[in-house]
């Protein structure tokens, strides 16, 4: 029952972190860590801060390590650890000092006890994802005793710029978005083509007359064959001529009768005007 009575308490001190790091008396901000009723002093460091100051880059974490002292003379326990952004410009008068207000920070449980004079660093990790200006960053750390009181320690009121991430080609990200607008780009492209420049320019026919493909296959390196020794062949790619010596290799003769493969022989008769001029030549 404890123990849930100080989770409690602790809820509710931390929904007053965000108005008391609104306020915006001078001399409020400059008072120290340790609060007067409890012997505990908090710093917070940045071990990825650079030399100009603190930088909270957009999607990426921004990890705080937080530092307790315990000087009490009994454990303490830190409940929570969370905080705010608010602007650096003056607030209107008659606004409430929450108006100032521009982000609060997602507070961590821990629940850790902290043995008396001794010291316990505590990491805390937020994230942001504002646009880029410079803000106060206040960090709360809320801490209970054993006799049930509950405290907010200020760990860290300082100013902070948001800043937005350095891109690099080398990116995952970028990468991947290069290659999904290149084939986008190059499937258009190809549309385009197929779509209207290609009914443009219209493609010749392959082939041709049986001949012209028997001799450009030929490398034209053979001579011409006579119309008599064609022989019509119907292939794959269409008719072609070839030569009867080449056409008998392609069967058996075997069994093929011999007064058909044996042709008659075609005999030239002679002119009679040739005959008769031999005649004459005789004569004389």
Do not use: C
Not at 49 to 77: D, M, R, W, Y
Not at 181 to 199: C, D, P, S
Not at 228 to 256: H, L
Request: no cysteine; glycine share 6%.
């Amino acid at each position: 029952m404890g123990f849930s009575k100080y989770t409690a308490l602790a809820l509710v001190a931390l929904r007053a972190v965000s108005v008391f790091a609104a306020d915006s008396v001078e001399e409020e901000l400059e008072t120290p860590a340790a609060l007067p009723n409890l012997a505990v002093s908090v710093s917070a460091s940045f071990p990825n801060a650079e030399v100009f100051g603190v930088k909270l880059i957009n999607g990426h974490a921004t990890q705080a390590v937080l530092s307790f002292t315990n000087n009490e003379a009994e454990p303490v326990q830190v409940a929570l650890i969370g905080g705010a952004l608010s602007s650096l410009q003056p607030i209107a008068p008659g606004l409430h000092p929450s108006a100032a207000i521009v982000r609060n920070i997602t507070a961590t449980r821990y629940d850790i006890e902290i043995p008396a004079g001794e010291k316990q660093t505590l990491p805390y990790t937020f994230t942001t994802d504002l646009h880029p200006q410079d803000l106060r960053l206040n960090l709360i750390a809320v801490v209970s005793s054993q006799a049930g009181n509950v405290y907010q320690v200020q760990a860290y009121n300082e100013t902070v710029s948001v800043v937005e991430a350095a891109t690099s080609i080398f990116d995952p990200q970028i990468i991947f978005l290069y290659l999904f607008l290149l084939a986008a780009f190059a499937g258009t492209l190809y549309f385009v083509y197929k779509t209207w420049i290609e009914t443009l320019f219209p493609q010749s026919k392959r082939g041709g007359k049986g001949g012209e493909r028997a001799k450009r296959s030929s490398g034209g390196s053979k001579k011409a064959v006579a119309p008599e020794d064609q022989v019509s062949v119907i292939g794959a790619d269409g008719p072609a001529v070839t030569t009867g010596a080449e056409a008998q290799k392609a069967y058996d003769e075997s069994w093929i009768p011999e007064h058909h493969l044996n042709r008659p022989t075609a005999k030239r008769v002679k002119s009679g005007a040739s005959s008769k001029q031999k005649t004459r030549v005789v004569a004389e």
